[in-house]
């Protein structure tokens, strides 16, 4: 399934997201920002195991993944799996491997996939599996995020200041 910024935020919010979470896009920002709020909800006061897992391992060890997901130390309530530069020549590996507890998150981390890629079809299809695509910000989410500063803030900007904002606020 695809889940768009503002669906994100709900999940996160309800802590209901998949198991897998695959963030791609050109706005590495947003991406690292994304991935912080969504384990830091995935852990909340829980002892959690954290791994960080390279595509490079995987090549070296193609059992790396189902090991990781099915081992837990003796002191992690849950475990969360960071996969990095993931390739569509690692996919087997997600399609083989299924999560038995709900008690692991595995979030993928890859750079900006095109509409063919085998990797990013495969989540976009997959019910259980959830692709996040991480974009450039448009003026409506630049509106939004000056919007939320504001409220977070308790501050106001009258409109030349907005605007300005708004124009000169980028990637």
Known sequence: M???????????????????LLFYGPNEGLIRDDILKIS???????????????????????NIIDEEVRSFSMFGEQKLIH????????????EDTKLESS????IIRSENLNKNSKIRSFFEKHKKYAAIPCYEDGVRS????????QLDHQ????????????QNLST
């Open 40 to 62: 830091k909800a995935f852990k909340g006061k829980k002892e959690t195991d954290e791994i960080t897992i390279n595509g490079k391992s995987v090549d070296e060890n193609q």
């Open 83 to 94: 996969l990095e530069n993931i390739k569509d020549k690692h996919l087997q590996y997600f």
């Open 103 to 106: 008690k692991i998150l595995v």
């Open 142 to 149: 630049t509106m939004n995020l000056v919007s939320q500063f």
């Open 155 to 166: 501050i106001k900007f009258n409109s030349d200041i907005k605007n300005y904002l708004i």
């Open 2 to 20: 695809i889940i768009k910024e503002f669906q994100l935020h709900d999940a996160i919010n309800q802590s209901s997201f998949p198991q897998f």
